[in-house]
């Protein structure tokens, strides 16, 4: 069944064959129409074919109101351009006094709320707020986001010789893919939804049936992150990941303590020394103290666990050695005694 609207409003113009024609055609429409209201399973999203009739001009000027909508209408393929602004969907009329047009609720500049709104057909660039010098018609729709309910949409008596309808009974719901686009941080990061392997960071997947996503987050050497993930019809959904390094703790010691620790080349403290939060991974680590061989080891540190390093030191050679045999004291006074001797005798020659 067609959704007509009726007309209601004073004519324009004037003569008795023009009085005539509109009370037959209000009377054809009341019968046709009385109490018509049908329910379109339509939602955010879907294409509602538009149609009707309009004899008044070649040109239908559409326009919506409804929910957070400026209060004078905008066009409907760009909710962006207001009515009262000169914004409108222009539709041609053809020679039949019959014109179509498809409304697309999905993403027009902006997205729908889900309520009842209307869809004003007029036969000048008139808003909601200059409609008495025009003649117009109404369609009420009532849309819902996917999976809450459908959309009902009912026509409301118009003016003289315009109608408009929601083409046939109901309209067969129309699948609109949304879109993930996705971020990480770092970047190179590889990313699984619902499961599936799908590349690398920077990505995006097009082509995705609306609902919930599962998408998950992972890297070498980085803790594992899962989000979920709306998508919607006709809409790009961004989701950014920061992954967070796994860390460990490694605990220093030295025999002896007291050494100067370096780790990584940047100077810690003496020994022992204790280390939190250091990537997980190969570190190395230089040890130095005063009349020991400096060392230097390679340890490596696992996720949130803690890793003990100790460090042998060697003492350095002495040029010197450490023992020596006295000799007798006979010999020390005699080498003394000769090396006296030669003194004298060679200052005497000079």
């Not at 006094?97 to 000048?124: E, F, M, P, Q």
């Amino acid at each position: 069944m067609a959704l007509t609207a009726e007309p209601g409003k004073k004519p324009r113009g004037t003569g008795i064959p023009y009085r005539v024609i509109f009370s037959v055609f209000l009377l054809i429409l009341v019968i046709s129409c009385d109490g018509s209201a049908a329910t379109v399973q339509a939602y955010i999203g879907e294409t509602i074919p538009l149609s009707g009739y309009m004899y008044s001009s070649q040109t239908a000027y559409l326009f919506l109101t409804g929910p957070n909508l400026p209060a004078n209408g905008v066009a409907l393929d760009n909710i962006n351009n207001r009515a009262d602004q000169g914004g409108f969907t222009e539709v041609s009329v053809d020679g039949n006094n019959h014109w179509t047009y498809n409304w697309y609720t999905g993403s027009i500049g902006g997205r729908l709320d889900a309520g009842t709104y209307t869809i004003w057909v007029v036969d000048g660039p008139n808003d909601l707020s200059n409609l008495n010098q025009a003649d117009y018609s109404t369609i009420s729709v009532s849309l819902n986001t996917p999976g809450l309910g459908s959309a009902i949409a009912s026509t409301s008596p118009g003016s003289t010789g315009i109608t408009a309808e929601v083409s046939g009974s109901t309209t067969t719901p129309i699948e609109v893919p949304g879109s993930l686009e996705i971020n990480a941080i770092p970047d190179n990061t590889s990313v699984t939804v619902n499961g599936i392997y799908r590349g690398h960071t920077p990505l995006t997947i097009d082509g995705l049936s609306p609902g919930t996503y599962l998408v998950n987050f992972s890297r070498f050497n980085y803790y594992t992150l899962a989000t979920k993930a709306p998508v919607e019809p006709g809409i790009t959904t961004q989701v950014n990941g920061t992954l967070k390094l796994m860390t460990g703790t490694l605990v220093i010691t030295t025999n002896p303590e007291g050494a100067q620790i370096v780790l990584d080349g940047v100077n810690v403290s003496m020994s022992p020394v204790t280390r939190t939060g250091l990537s997980v991974g190969s570190h190395i680590i230089n040890a130095t103290l005063a009349g020991y061989i400096p060392a230097e080891v390679q340890v490596s540190v696992i996720p949130d666990q803690s890793v003990n390093s100790t460090i042998q030191l060697n003492k350095t050679a002495s040029l010197i050695p450490g023992n020596l045999t006295p000799l007798p004291v006979p010999v020390t006074i005699g080498a003394c005694t000769g090396a006296i001797i030669l003194f004298a005798v060679f200052r005497r020659r000079t």
